[in-house]
C-alpha cells in the first residue's frame, strides 16, 4: 500500500522560504516519478512541480518556474519541494503524488494516482 506523508508546511511572510518532504512508503520509491500539486481556497488544483523517478528530469508551473526547486533523495525514499521568494498566492495546501506506473517522468499530475493527505502554506504580508 503507498503512502505519502507530507511535512514542512506553515506560516511564513512573504519573501520567505520553506522547504516541503514527502516521505514515501509502499513500493520501491526509485522507481516512480513524483511531484507537487496545490489548492488554493475556492480554486483548482494545479501542479507545481514533478522529478522524473531518475530524478533527471524536473517539471515546473510557469507560476513558480525560478523560485521553486524540486528533488529526491532515493536512499531516503523523500521527495522535497523547496520554496523561496513566496508570495500571498503561494498559500495553498501543497500535496504531493505519484504515478501508477513506474518510470514515469512526473511531468502530469492528472497520472498521479496516490496523494498525501496535504501540508498547508500560509504565506502572510
Known amino acids: 500500500q503507498v503512502q505519502l506523508v507530507e511535512s514542512g508546511g506553515g506560516l511564513v511572510q512573504a519573501g520567505g522560504s520553506l522547504r516541503l518532504s514527502c516521505k514515501a512508503s509502499?513500493?520501491?520509491?526509485?522507481?516512480?516519478?513524483m511531484g507537487w500539486i496545490r489548492q488554493a481556497p475556492g480554486k483548482e488544483r494545479e501542479f507545481v512541480a514533478g522529478?522524473?523517478?531518475?530524478?533527471?528530469?524536473?517539471y515546473y508551473a510557469d507560476s513558480v518556474e525560478g523560485r521553486v526547486t524540486i528533488s529526491r533523495d532515493n536512499a531516503k525514499n523523500t521527495v522535497y519541494l523547496q520554496m523561496n521568494s513566496l508570495t500571498l498566492e503561494d498559500t495553498a495546501v501543497y500535496y504531493c503524488?505519484?504515478?501508477?506506473?513506474?518510470?514515469?517522468?512526473?511531468?502530469?499530475?492528472?497520472?498521479?494516482?496516490?496523494w498525501g493527505q496535504g501540508t498547508p502554506v500560509t504565506v502572510s504580508s
Open positions: 503524488g505519484t504515478e501508477e506506473r513506474p518510470y514515469g517522468l512526473g511531468s502530469n499530475h492528472n497520472e498521479f494516482v496516490y
Open positions: 509502499g513500493r520501491t520509491f526509485s522507481r516512480y516519478a
Open positions: 522529478i522524473s523517478a531518475s530524478g533527471s528530469r524536473t
